[in-house]
């Protein structure tokens, strides 16, 4: 996922969009007479509402306090905090778990882009809402993932037209890469159309997406090598693609 890098410089005025703060405010009477972040080390350094003003890549004004950046992101990584378009996220505080509202407005202009962040503690109460709604939608997301994967499956199995398989490799290497999914199950069916789909030609579009999505998963994890091995291991030496060669190569190179 693409993160916008700009370069942090000395801050010259203060921001001047005080209207866009308006909708964060009403938050501060909602807050438990008693609250854990005054305690706590990363969150008394970070007031209830804060904000940050870029324009054409330049930080105007102070910008976030740097407490924030301790702050995690919750539901990671169906959720992120990536500027480079509007984007709103939930964060947790690693050390007293109050929960943060975080959002940009990101506006695209001819003579530089303008985005606005705003970070907002919530109420316990509207925290653990915030959370479950949350883990309720990455809940959704996976599952949406392997319901998903089901058409993928029967396309490896059947060893539909190239296009499909192409298009089922990619499914789970984008999984995989970009949302962390374990695609262990999709691996035998995976391995077994990369034995099927017998080729000689080093440069196959099929089997090079076939391979990217196996050399990932390998990658993940120290098991996955052993697993992936024992499956290559197995493929008839008749229909032995090149890629296979190249997969077992690579995993017996890369054991520890
Ligand atoms: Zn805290």
Redesign the pocket.
Same mark, same amino acid.
């Given at each position: 996922m693409k993160i916008a890098k700009r370069a942090r410089r000395k801050p010259n005025k203060v921001p001047t969009k005080e209207s866009r703060n308006i909708k964060t405010e009403h938050r501060e009477s909602n807050l438990p007479a008693v609250e854990?972040?005054k305690t =706590?080390?990363? =969150?008394?350094n970070?007031p209830s509402s804060a904000a940050e003003f870029w324009k054409g890549g330049e930080l105007q004004g102070d910008g976030l306090p740097g407490a924030e950046r301790a702050l995690k992101v919750v539901g990671s990584p169906y959720y992120n905090d990536s500027t480079s378009h509007t984007n709103s996220c939930i964060k947790r =505080?690693?050390?007293?778990?109050?929960i943060y509202q975080w959002e940009i407005e990101y506006e695209y202009l001819v003579n530089g882009s303008e985005d606005y962040i705003t970070l907002t503690r919530l109420s316990e109460a509207e925290g653990e809402k915030a959370v479950q709604r949350v883990l309720k939608e990455v809940k959704r997301a996976k599952k949406k993932f392997r319901d998903d994967a089901q058409a993928h499956l029967q396309a490896l199995d059947q060893l539909a037209n190239q296009k499909q398989i192409q298009k089922a490799a990619d499914y789970f290497y984008h999984h995989q890469l970009v949302y962390k999914e374990d695609i262990s199950f999709a691996v035998p069916a995976l391995t077994k159309a990369l034995e099927k789909h017998s080729h000689t030609a080093p440069k196959c579009d099929v089997g090079r997406s076939l391979f990217w999505v196996l050399l990932e998963f390998a990658d993940n994890d120290e098991t996955h090598k052993q697993q992936l091995l024992d499956l290559l291991q197995a493929v008839d030496p008749n229909k032995n693609p090149p890629e296979v060669q190249e997969l077992i190569q690579y995993c017996k190179q890369t054991q520890k």
């Open positions: 854990k972040y =706590c080390s990363i =969150c008394r970070i =505080c690693p050390e007293c778990g109050t």
